[in-house]
């Protein structure tokens, strides 16, 4: 338990999802409370709090993060993407399209993470195969869909995109 007298406070500036923010926040606060809590971004999830999950998952500096193990101090003058930042005027990505006609949702909860991890994964894989997604995607637990569909959206949205590129 903390004691609120002995809590210290850090002014914190950052870009989130393509937004400056300024705040003044504790200086414990970890990153998946100030996006939930203090921004209102609710798309990264607590579920296990330790790392081994991925539903509190971000990008953060062009790199995969669980945000339940970063102090949101440490991402000072950073630039994070939260799955609220990542269709641009209401146009889904290919991948979020994909795991709609693909049916890869069911709860929903892993889902955000599972959107940004492969959205990195199409990013830093030209032509990501079945094995590469599977293993890139080991971070990010699914207690619903049993993965199939999931690895097959990524896999349908790196196609269209090898495919667009052809053209
Ligand atoms: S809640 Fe962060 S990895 Fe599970
Ligand atoms: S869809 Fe329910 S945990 Fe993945």
Redesign the pocket.
């Known amino acids: 338990m903390i004691n609120p007298k002995k809590v210290e406070y850090t002014d914190l500036e950052l870009n989130v999802n393509g937004l400056k923010v300024r705040k003044r926040i504790p200086t414990h606060l970890r990153l998946l409370d100030f996006l939930r809590d203090e921004l209102g971004l609710t798309g990264p999830k607590e579920v296990c709090s330790e790392g081994e999950c991925g539903a509190c998952t971000v990008i953060l500096d062009g790199k995969i993060v669980n945000s339940c193990l970063v102090f949101a101090v440490e991402t000072d003058g950073s630039e994070i993407m939260t799955i609220e930042g990542l269709s641009k005027n209401g146009k889904l990505t290919k991948l979020q399209q994909a795991f709609i006609d693909h049916h890869s ?7 955000p993470g ?1 959107v940004l991890s492969g959205e990195q994964i199409l990013k830093d894989h030209p032509s990501p195969d079945r094995e590469t997604i599977q293993n890139e995607l080991a971070g990010n637990i ?4 049993g993965y199939q569909k999931i690895v097959g959206a990524i896999e349908a949205a790196a196609d269209e995109r090898g495919k667009a590129q052809i053209e």
Not at 105 to 111: A, H, V
Not at 142 to 145: A, N
């Open positions: 949702i069911q709860c929903g909860y892993c889902i599972m699914c207690r619903c869909t």
